[in-house]
């Protein structure tokens, strides 16, 4: 089956939803969702099993017994990753299944060990939806949110994680897509707004140091109206913007304000200081990542409004606008290469930033 995939820009990383088989997937860490004695007997554990092997059972027996949102960590053997991750989302000696809590202990560990572990890219199912029957939407909440705070932590190896979705239950294909990429997209919006105040309250003190006080009013009104927004995204889940993808996009006047203010500064900063050219640059990234972003979730309400229709009924007008938000998205996307390129040339671009 071919679906598109929806990816997110958080920081130097990527967030990425898609429909399909987990052991196709090359990413360099595959996550399974087993019981405390990682029977491998159904779902995503049992695919994996069926692919990798018996080698993987061998290296799962050395790790048991274990409890509750614990992960072992086995080889990969025949398919095309170093490792599976095995999240313990099923306790059978407490008789207990998973929660949200359990759900972001296990991402948490998943993506602490893959940057210990110096992986790049990890690929995660929709832990605990399957034996262990969590509600979509609590587990899409929970494993997104952690997702994107990492990420947006700047790790120092990771930089590509994939949701890779296998739909069942009261969800077609499509739905369950269209779920996670809004929890993607919430999720997305709280870590850009936090970043985006950030820079903006860096701009402010380079524009008070200069003696710019225009610009720097501006600024502080623009980071007031961030956090303000932030305020109130921290308090949004997507189960709450189901089908009303507007109700977060409160982000999208800020950056524009942002992109200007970085635009105007640029004029009035010493070019040659690397600081603060670096510091205009981030402003301008950051708010291009964001747009890109919201620009991402508006298509997919347009996909919604279209999975509405059948195949042959789908009106012109979204037919065409959904061409055009693409164009849209590819054209942020080269903005956004073209500013990435000019802080490489500076030469201050490294994990942290």
Request: include cysteine.
């Amino acid at each position: 089956m071919t679906t598109r995939a929806s990816s997110y820009l958080i920081g130097d990383c990527t967030c990425t939803v898609m429909f399909g088989n987990l052991v196709d997937v090359p990413a360099d860490a595959l996550v399974s969702s087993d019981d405390s004695y990682l029977s491998m007997g159904g779902g995503v554990s049992a695919a994996l099993y069926f692919v990798g092997g018996e080698q993987v059972a061998i290296d799962a027996r050395k790790h048991l017994p274990l409890a509750l949102g614990d992960v072992a960590v086995t080889s990969a053997g025949r398919l095309p990753a170093k490792y599976i991750f095995h999240g313990v989302t099923i306790d059978i000696a407490q008789q207990s299944g998973p929660n949200t809590d359990c759900l972001r202990q296990i991402v948490l560990r998943c993506l602490s060990l893959a940057e210990a572990l110096r992986l790049r890219h990890v690929a995660f199912p929709a832990l605990g939806t399957g034996t262990g029957s969590l509600p979509f939407e609590l587990a899409a909440d929970a494993i997104t949110t952690v997702l994107a705070d990492f990420l947006s932590g700047r790790p120092r190896y990771v930089r590509e994680v994939t949701v890779v979705l296998y739909a069942h239950g009261i969800y077609g294909p499509s739905e369950a897509e269209l779920f996670y990429e809004r929890a993607v997209a919430v999720a997305a919006q709280r870590t850009d707004s936090r970043r985006l105040r950030e820079l903006v309250e860096e701009l402010e003190v380079l524009l008070a140091r200069i003696g710019s006080e225009p610009l720097r009013e501006r600024a502080l009104h623009l980071r007031e109206g961030i956090a303000g927004a932030e305020a109130a995204l921290a308090g949004v889940s997507a189960v709450q913007t189901w089908g009303k993808i507007d109700e977060v996009d409160i982000l999208e006047p800020a950056t524009g304000e942002a992109s200007d203010l970085a635009r105007r500064s640029a004029a009035v900063v010493d070019w040659e200081d690397i600081k603060a050219r670096e510091t205009v640059l981030q402003l301008r990234l950051q708010s291009l990542r964001t747009q890109h972003n919201i620009l991402i979730g508006n298509r997919n309400q347009l996909e919604e409004r279209k999975a509405k229709y059948g195949p042959t009924a789908v009106p012109l007008e979204v037919e065409n606008a959904l061409l055009d938000i693409v164009a849209e998205i590819t054209a942020k996307e080269d903005e956004i290469r073209s500013v990435k390129s000019e802080l490489a040339r500076l030469g201050t671009t490294g994990p942290g930033r």
